[in-house]
């Protein structure tokens, strides 16, 4: 079988899995049910992990699936990616619930940026006190959307 010499590129961690670099080459898959489904997207985390991936990737597309991460982060037996859907708020959701990496279709704004350093994802702050839903308390729920509708905190306290 040929081989393809490996490009060198910067070595990064998700959560303990090393990639780039001279790490041995992952396995990443994604799962395939509803996030809010917490029992369903376990089971196919362990099957994925079982069938030899390294980190797994599951959706972030609303507030029910960035509260169910917030349930799954801490049984999975790998690091979990957020998949985020044009929402950069569920963004921030997925990195209070815990996870290890963020996949996003846009780049985020500069301000997000500095929101997920406060939230802890990159080292500078320790992450807001999430409400007794677990969830932070900026995040909340309209009634006709399924979407966040206040604003987050700034960066350093001050309100929107």
């Not at 099957?47 to 029910?64: H, M, Y």
């Not at 939230?119 to 909340?140: E, F, I, Q, R, V």
Request: glycine share 8%; charged share 10%.
């Amino acid at each position: 079988m040929p081989t393809v010499p490996r490009t060198l590129t910067r070595q990064i961690h998700v959560g303990k899995v090393a990639v780039g670099g001279n790490a041995p080459i992952t396995v990443q898959s994604m799962t395939t049910t509803k996030t809010a489904d917490v029992d369903g997207t376990l089971s196919q985390v362990y099957a994925l992990f079982g069938a030899g991936a390294d980190i797994v990737r599951i959706t972030c597309n609303d507030v029910d699936a960035a509260q169910g991460l917030a349930e799954i982060i801490p049984r999975s037996p790998v690091p979990i990616i957020a998949d985020i859907h044009f929402q950069y708020r569920l963004a921030l959701a997925a990195l209070e619930a815990g996870v290890q990496g963020l996949r996003s279709q846009y780049p985020p704004p500069a301000s997000t940026v500095a929101m997920a350093q406060n939230a802890g994802a990159m080292p500078s702050a320790a992450p807001s006190a999430p409400n007794s839903s677990g969830m932070p308390a900026w995040l909340k729920l309209s009634s006709s959307v399924r979407t966040p509708t206040a604003s987050p905190p700034r960066p350093g306290g001050a309100c929107a």
